[in-house]
């Protein structure tokens, strides 16, 4: 059973507009959400998280929402750039817990 | 730079033959976590070590077992590999539980 969904396996958005990524999750006792971004033949590199007391975490060109009620995060790029382009993973934690459970990720490519 | 390190990038075994990943951290960090990650995936944490103390994930096959000797290496030893073993193992490393993970590149296994 998949706690955390990214349901959008791939996005395409023109340079300079805004991405926005989703994610869903089904644990209610998750208190703590992380996006990573990956690039090709690399490991996954921490991008941005949020705590459960937040609805926003804001990092220069990349904001996280979270929506409690409707068990939903997403990440906003603003501007999008082609460096952008790499597959993204949410990641949630339980409070009590010592790990993280990730989502299936979503490819994103920023066209030029 | 400090990082976390993962040989061979590709490894190649055959069908229930014994292989050994390798894992190395300059971070000095406490936690070391094995994923195993197969094609469209979530990443599926294994097991974690929080400094000598071992902790196996309740479904991780007991074909799979893990070395910390000191603080820098992780090893994942898989015992009698299957096909269905084939997939992109991932090491990765935190100070602290629930803290920042560092994701070394991972190590593509193939078995034939």
């Known amino acids: 059973d998949q706690q955390v969904k990214q349901n959008s396996p791939s996005l395409s958005v023109q340079e300079g507009r805004i991405s926005i990524l989703n994610c869903d999750y089904t644990?209610?006792?998750?208190?703590?959400f992380l996006w990573y971004k990956k690039y090709p033949a690399e490991g996954p590199t921490f991008l941005i998280s949020?705590?459960?007391?937040?609805d926003k975490n804001e990092d220069g060109r990349f904001t996280v929402f979270l929506n409690k009620s409707a068990k939903h995060l997403s990440l906003h790029i603003v501007p999008s750039q082609p460096g952008d382009s790499a597959v993204y993973f949410c990641?949630?934690?339980?409070?009590?817990?010592?790990?993280?459970?990730f989502g299936t990720g979503t490819r994103l490519k920023v066209l030029a | 730079d400090a990082m976390v390190i993962q040989n061979p990038r590709y490894q190649v075994t055959q069908f229930g033959k014994p292989v050994t990943l390798s894992c190395s951290q300059t971070?000095?960090?406490?936690?070391m976590y094995w994923y195993q990650q197969k094609s469209s995936q979530a990443p599926k944490l294994l097991f974690h070590?929080?400094?000598?103390?071992?902790?196996n994930e309740a479904d991780t096959p007991d074909n799979f077992q893990s070395r910390r000797p000191n603080t820098s290496f992780c090893f994942l030893d898989i015992r009698s590999p299957g096909l269905g073993d084939a997939a992109m193992y991932l090491c990765?490393?935190?100070?602290?539980?629930?803290?920042?993970?560092?994701f070394g590149p991972g190590t593509r296994l193939t078995v034939t």
């Open positions: 990641a949630a934690s339980e409070r009590g817990t010592y790990k993280y459970i």
């Open positions: 644990n209610s006792m998750f208190d703590y």
């Open positions: 990765a490393t935190s100070r602290v539980k629930l803290g920042e993970q560092y």
């Open positions: 949020i705590s459960s007391i937040k």
């Open positions: 971070l000095n960090h406490n936690v």
């Open positions: 070590y929080y400094d000598k103390d071992f902790n």
